[in-house]
């Protein structure tokens, strides 16, 4: 099947063609819009990643060149039209899981980070001030962690936090029975925000989950607490988290995500000034620790989202639908 791959990085060609030698590739750098459908020309399938804008335009131009199959190496679909792909005859197919480990890893990684100071405490130690004011964290033992989702991820970072001996309360449509021998208690979304010293977000982004944090979310929660995020960028309302800080409401904020990342993340932006006055505020917080959507990236997800991405493809050609199709029916 000749696929071609849009916003190429190095490490995506690596991956990918190795997995997918018995189809013809053809990378490209840029992301998929409208402004470059045409390179798809040509090709049976499109790969695509988390801000690759897949909407009814683009999609009418890539089924016009031909286009039967989207390919998503995420898990998330949130960014295709998955109504207009089903009304032009586009299969949809998706990675739903590839290391929940990564993920959760790296949530933990944001969590301990923002409460021990350790990004400030390197930055510190590398000008030779080895004070330890404004460094004061606590321990993370005992304290009352709220999950919301107990997916693959959510699941993995509650039996960590029970590890680590945290009290966890958790918010999912579709409870997790085997979370309970972890002392995982499900509660209502209301009750976990009034209750949880950290809250991190593992939900899927969806019409019913777009901005679930906003300024009526951060007044039910305590004064102090800590907020992560490591799912998608719109699930919080990023001026009213800014609002948040700057009242003390909101103590602390780890993002691996952010909802107008499009523009910013998986580029080098070193020499330009960021025009995105939000993004810039939040970096002027020293209790805010961004990563720029990272949190996938290990070794061991890299390679189940390129085998996964090829067996669709493989599937898709040899019987007409992806292992892991997304339908319309996943979106209601």
Do not use: W
């Not at 996964?308 to 599937?315: C, E, F």
């Amino acid at each position: 099947m000749k696929i071609i791959v849009f916003s190429t990085k190095p490490y995506d060609r690596a991956f990918l063609a190795e997995a997918g030698a018995e189809h013809a590739l053809t990378f490209v750098e840029p992301a998929l819009d409208t402004t470059t459908a045409a390179l798809a020309a040509g090709h049976e399938a499109v790969c695509v990643f988390v801000n690759d804008v897949v909407d009814a335009a683009v999609l009418e131009a890539i089924a016009a060149n031909g286009v039967r199959l989207v390919l998503l190496r995420c898990a998330g679909f949130n960014n295709v039209d998955v109504a207009a792909a089903h009304r032009l005859g586009i299969a949809i197919g998706r990675v739903p899981a590839y290391s929940p480990y990564a993920v959760a890893e790296h949530t933990l990684g944001l969590m301990l980070s923002l409460n021990r100071k350790i990004h400030r405490a390197h930055n510190r130690i590398r000008e030779g001030n080895f004070s330890l004011d404004g460094l004061l964290g606590f321990d993370l033992h005992g304290k009352t962690v709220g999950v919301v989702g107990t997916g693959a991820i959510g699941t993995v970072l509650c039996h960590a936090l029970h590890g680590l001996g945290c009290h966890v309360l958790a918010v999912d449509p579709s409870p997790n029975g085997a979370l309970d021998q972890f002392g995982v208690d499900y509660v209502a979304l209301d009750d976990l925000l009034a209750a949880s010293d950290v809250i991190t977000l593992h939900c899927p982004l969806t019409p019913q989950t777009y901005h679930v944090i906003d300024a009526a979310a951060f007044a039910r929660m305590r004064d102090g607490v800590m907020l992560i995020n490591t799912s998608r960028g719109a699930l919080i309302d990023t001026p009213a988290a800014i609002e948040a800080l700057k009242s003390g409401r909101l103590g602390a904020l780890g993002i691996d995500v952010y909802e107008e990342e499009g523009h910013l993340f998986f580029e080098n932006l070193s020499g330009q000034v960021i025009q995105d006055d939000v993004f810039a505020r939040l970096l002027t917080f020293p209790n805010v620790l961004i990563t720029g959507h990272q949190a996938f990236f290990t070794r061991e997800a890299l390679t189940a989202i390129a085998e996964t991405t090829m067996a669709n493809a493989s599937s898709f050609e040899h019987h007409g639908e992806p292992i892991h199709a997304v339908t319309p029916e996943m979106i209601r």
